[in-house]
């Protein structure tokens, strides 16, 4: 049995999906404060209140004879201004964030890895982008094994989505047909290596009964690098971004002008800048089929644990070759940039090579994991890092910028050489651009493998994986929107296991009249 005894909150059901702050209940919903409230069973059990769970129960309660119980570790939000205001950062009160292992990419430094914790998830406390990614993302994940997966087959469950007090409890409950885990990627292999399910070596080293052999678990971690630039502007008429913090009467009038009709800066996410662009690395630099060259080169097996399963490592080549085939792709972005006038120009690297993991350092549920992200551990993440910093370098170097007096001061004009640059990426960057993945990987067993195209477990029977964790690749975009179309598409998936399980019973039944 997937464990359970961990300090959650327990809610029956929330609100439409489509709805970035749930207070609102979905028709069926109830919110349960007490474990004596509870049913004995529910006919599925979906642990995680975040995007994806959320989105999956709604969808499997449209059945009216259907039961859910979804399990949130986080309170319902309270509307604060912070939650329901573009511009205004979340309450910290809303994340559960942890730190990573000291990283050798960035000269030793950790960087922090986000968790939301709040019925909604991500979409609670994210920056609003709501973008798909490009069609070779999806369908580089179909190529990895998983038929069904493609571009073709998620682009309507992208079409449909976008058509819509807490105590501490240790209870148990059945399903009497599926659990589905939808605690994002951070902490969905987190429960499963708790559970037994996961590389035995670590399991028996920590005293866990190991039930399903899987080496992927907690494994193929990814995230997006960011790195942030920043520019003095000595001919900027008028207000700035950076005017919302450093001019209270400023700030005041533009918050109370989006409070009466919606107008101003305040309509801008918060962080995000009104103008951004995805670009392809054959946009980026001309030493791009270069760079790929030589990244088919890195021996992947060096990047890996000494004792890691040989699986591991299939994997992991699989993916370099698809990578390095949408690198050369002018449709795929593999770099993000947003300007909204401010002095901070953020840059994110969007499809990294490198690789890391997260693992249980113990049985108790409540001592966090290590997070090591990996970042900057194949060399090929470091050169596209240092092309997309010279790319935005040259965009504010143009005309246009220009007439605003755009000067650059971090990390500096006098650094030119790559690696001067490149050094001074290892020690500004960040690990994280908010958007875990992978951890829990839908590819063939034989490749590190977790899942299989249904999002069933290998080697469990009747348990799912429905978040971010599942996705083979990060796709080159911001991840709300996809995790969006997994759910809504493993909803589909769960449905039509429920109906073929019933055929077959009442085939069965007639059978032996």
């Known amino acids: ?68 119980l979804v399990i949130e570790y986080g309170d319902v939000d309270g509307q604060e201004p912070g939650v329901v205001v573009p511009g205004l950062p979340p309450p910290d009160k809303y994340y559960r964030n942890y730190q990573s292992i000291p990283q050798p990419g960035l000269q030793g430094r950790s960087s922090t890895v986000y968790s939301g914790a709040v019925v909604g998830g991500g979409t609670v406390v994210n920056a609003m982008f709501f973008n798909r990614g490009s069609k070779a993302d999806y369908d580089a994940w179909e190529k990895l094994g998983n038929p069904g997966w493609g571009w073709k087959d998620l682009l309507p469950y992208f079409i449909k989505f976008a058509s819509r007090d807490s105590r501490t409890n240790i209870h148990s409950v059945k399903a009497s047909n599926e659990i589905i885990l939808a605690a994002g990627a951070v902490h969905s292999p987190q429960i499963l290596q708790l559970s037994g399910i996961g590389p035995s070596k670590l399991l028996s080293k920590l005293g866990i009964h190991t039930l399903v052999d899987l080496p992927g678990v907690g494994y193929n971690f990814q995230d997006q690098p960011s790195m942030f630039m920043a520019f003095k502007y000595d001919n ?105 006038g401010g002095q901070t120009v953020p840059i994110a690297m969007l499809k990294p090579l490198s690789r890391g993991s997260i693992l249980i350092k113990s049985k108790d549920p409540f001592v966090a994991p290590v997070f090591d992200y990996g970042t900057f551990s194949h060399p090929t993440d470091v050169e596209v890092a240092v092309a997309a910093l010279k790319k ?42 908010s958007h875990p993945s992978g951890t829990l990987s839908m590819m063939e067993r034989k490749l590190g493998g977790v899942v299989d195209p249904q999002l069933r477990v290998y080697g469990v029977k009747n348990l799912r994986v429905v978040d971010a964790s599942i996705m083979p690749l990060i796709p080159g975009t911001h991840t709300s929107a996809p995790v969006y179309a997994v759910a809504e598409k493993a909803a589909d998936l769960i449905k039509a296991s429920k109906k073929k399980k019933r055929l077959q019973t009442e085939t069965f039944d007639y059978s032996t009249e």
């Open 392 to 433: 935005t370098r040259a965009f504010m170097a143009s005309p246009a910028m220009q007439e605003v007096g755009a000067l650059e001061t971090f990390p500096g004009p006098q650094l030119t050489d790559d690696l001067a640059i490149a050094d001074a990426i290892r020690g500004s960057a960040s690990s994280t651009w």
């Open 236 to 340: 900027y008429q008028g207000p700035s971004p950076d005017s919302l913090v450093n001019d209270k009467t400023y700030a005041a009038d533009q918050l109370e002008a989006y409070y009466k009709d919606r107008t101003g800066p305040y309509t801008i996410p918060y962080l995000g800048g009104s103008v951004v662009c995805f670009l392809p690395l054959p946009n980026i630099t001309s030493d791009y089929e270069k760079m790929i060259k030589t990244a088919t080169a890195v021996d992947l097996s060096t990047l890996l644990p000494t004792d890691a399963d040989p699986s591991l490592l299939s994997g992991y080549e699989a993916q370099r070759d698809t990578l390095l085939e949408l690198y050369a792709n002018p449709q795929v972005t593999v770099q993000e940039t947003a300007f909204g």
């Open 1 to 68: 049995m997937l464990f359970f005894s961990v300090q959650l909150l327990l809610f029956l059901v929330y609100a439409s999906a489509a709805d970035c702050s749930p207070v609102r209940l979905a028709e069926r919903a109830v919110v349960v404060n007490n474990v004596s409230d509870l049913q004995a069973e529910y006919d599925y059990v979906v642990i995680g209140g975040g995007t994806s769970g959320l989105t999956v129960a709604n969808r499997l309660t449209e059945q009216s004879d259907t039961t859910v």
